[in-house]
């Protein structure tokens, strides 16, 4: 399954105000990860959008670039570092991948970072779900 169809692109503009407004994040350069669990029956566990500065990178050139490195990264991996340790359930996980790097890294430095992140982000909601089984302690 390594795709990255259109069900898995965060797009719903209330989902996203829903994640930036409410969600938790954390910050593993060159990334900022948003994340919040919604609710949602959905055949796809997760969906994310990829974030780059147009601030910090004037040209769409260079965003874009940012962006496919970052989405060929997460297409590579979101099977065995996110989807295999999500919790199952009716949840959909939103997500959101900013970049926050000032230069543009090469393709695998972003992809070993995007991993380092991916298992971040697993740890904390397998901590979270341990909370919530445990009794909140």
Not at 3 to 25: A, I, M, Q, W
Not at 56 to 68: E, F, G, P, T, W
Not at 73 to 85: C, D, N, S, T, V
Not at 95 to 121: C, T
């Amino acid at each position: 399954m390594k795709t990255f169809k259109k069900e898995e692109r965060l797009c719903n503009r209330r989902y996203l105000d829903l994640l930036f407004v409410d969600g938790s994040s954390f910050l593993l350069y060159p990334y900022r990860v948003s994340y919040i669990f919604i609710p949602a029956e959905n055949p796809i566990p997760t969906q994310v959008v990829i974030n780059v500065s147009k601030k910090r990178y004037k040209l769409a050139v260079d965003r874009n670039q940012i962006k496919r490195r970052i989405r060929e990264a997460y297409r590579l991996h979101k099977e065995q570092e996110l989807y295999i340790k999500l919790p199952g359930g009716r949840e959909l996980l939103l997500l959101s991948l900013q970049f926050v790097g000032k230069k543009i890294y090469d393709y695998s430095f972003m992809e070993k970072k995007l991993i380092d992140a991916l298992r971040k982000l697993t740890s904390i909601i397998e901590a979270n779900e341990a909370k919530k089984v445990n009794g909140g302690h």
